[in-house]
């Protein structure tokens, strides 16, 4: 394999918050039109992974490659979902804005979204099915609009590689759903997605391959071959009761 | 009287560079306040004052332009003492700020006495920064406001989608490229403009009111950044030249605390009134819901107790319907309110039954509140 085709190519990354380590010499290589999710326990590094390969966090070596080149030659290649509780939903702007916000990188330096950004915005919020919604004042939404509305603001960026940070993180099942469908819309388009997910026991539901964190990368690949109880249990440590259950709820999804 | 007052040329001055002053204060509060850093104005606008007096010191010039610049290097360099102090120490953002405020305005004391011991009078005047001497003002100082306002103002304009992304999603806005820290450099440097263009007609202890202000009032209008903004400034610039008025007409009080005063006003009446956000609009929305939610309650309880005899229009003592509703309310108003309705009707003393209209309406609420969860229980 070429690494041409690898649509993420994360080389020797280290990241450390003062002394201590949170990421130890990460590889990580994610062919292109793959649906991966990140676990592991809390503390293990997952955003903190996400982050760095987006230069949101400095990084204290490695090195990463969208496509074969650096990421801040290939940023209009990658869009980013952040955790829904990283801003102020009480900032004055509505659902549509909000999208129209995903066109600013392409649109660049003082130049203003105009009715063609917005037209896409609204192609965007229709595929999460927010376009209903799309006036209304970005406070008054459930937890699952926002994050939908998160996600549409990722489509408008129409990126190649898809960054998101626990998109399911308590969204109702209807908005479960609607980012399930999307996220199989994006890989059968061949984009490349990446999710930090927590519930172990929709990953083999959900994904088609898995990287299992925990400070130092445990293992990664497809997800039939690397979501094994040893594995597991290495990644989350003493708590064996809660891997296993994890683990045979799982199996009787298969 | 008022046209009077604005033909009169002092008044017309001060009123037009309260106003410039307002306008500039209440756009770039609005940042500053969704970006939870309305105190920071309060940090620049203290440290404010060692700037002025070490400008004087070194020029011995009390040219505005002088003194606005050593403002704004002091104002500066608080805010960036701030920044750093917040980012590299465990101190939180608060008590850096608490911090900063102090020193740079205890500094700035000790220099001001210390030059007001000083034998000559050139230096009278600079302790007017305080709270300010709009009196003063002349058609020059307005003239540097008003250009160093504008230029402030098209700024915004021009970045208006970087400031708008840095302040609502930064990392967002890093990840797609943007500079998000030289953005906020920038947006601190035009927080400090707004202050500065102020001081000599606000004084540096109020000078942040006007920052936050009209920026929280405009807030309760309005759910767009372009509409917030807008109104903000609008509000400054009411506010200013109603001080400037007020001060022209009354036994010359202070300008800047009248300012201050007005948008006080303002703030309050946005705080109670304004539709969606504002206090008495929910309160009586809350209560609107409250007085509904019992009304209910009483139809569907003589519902309940109706539906155990033959006719449904059976009637009821209202003892009963207290004990069963809330006992220190009572039912008497919801009953009247239920009979004005024609749900229910009153068939003696203390007496009451439904109507058929309320019987059917009592029939959907039952449907639509419990009908659910009784099938799920099946």
Redesign the interface.
Known sequence: MQSRDLAIDVRDLTVAYREKPVLWDIDLSVESGKLMAIVGPNGAGKTTLIKAILGLVKRAAGEVLIYGKPYVRQRNRVAYVPQRGSVDWDFPTNVLDVATMGSYGRLGWIRRPGSAERAIAMDALRKVGMDEYADRQISQLSGGQQQRVFLARALVQDAQVYFMDEPFQGVDAVTERAIIALLRQLKDAGRTVIVVHHDLQTVPEYFDSVLLLNIRRIAVGPVSEVFTEDNLRLTYGGRVGFVQSAVRSAADAK | MIEQLFSDYTVRTIALGSGILGIVSGALGSFAV?R?QSLLGDAISHAALPGIVIAYLLTGSKAPLVLMLGAAVAGGAASAAVIAIARSTRVKFDTALGIALSVFFGFGLVLLTALQKRPDATQAGLSNFLFGQASALVEKDVLTMGVLGMAALLIVL?????F??S???P????????PVGGIEFVLTSLFVVAIVIGLQTVGVVLMSAMLIGPAAAA?QW????A??VSLAAIFGAVSGVAGAVWSATGQSLPTGPLIVLSMGVLTVVSFLLAPARGLVWRSLRDWRNGRQLRLEAVLIDLYTLASQHERVDHPHAQAVLDLMANPIRGTSRSLTALAERGLARQIGPNLWALTAAGVARAQTLVQERFGGIGNHGA
Do not use: P, S
């Not at chain 2, 021009?158 to 970087?162: F, N, S, T, V, Y």
């Not at chain 2, 990392?171 to 943007?178: D, I, K, P, Q, V």
């Open positions: 969704l939870q021009l970045a208006w989608k970087e708008k992304i302040t609502f999603d990392e967002f806005g890093r990840a797609m490229g943007f807030r309005t759910n767009r950044l509409g917030m």
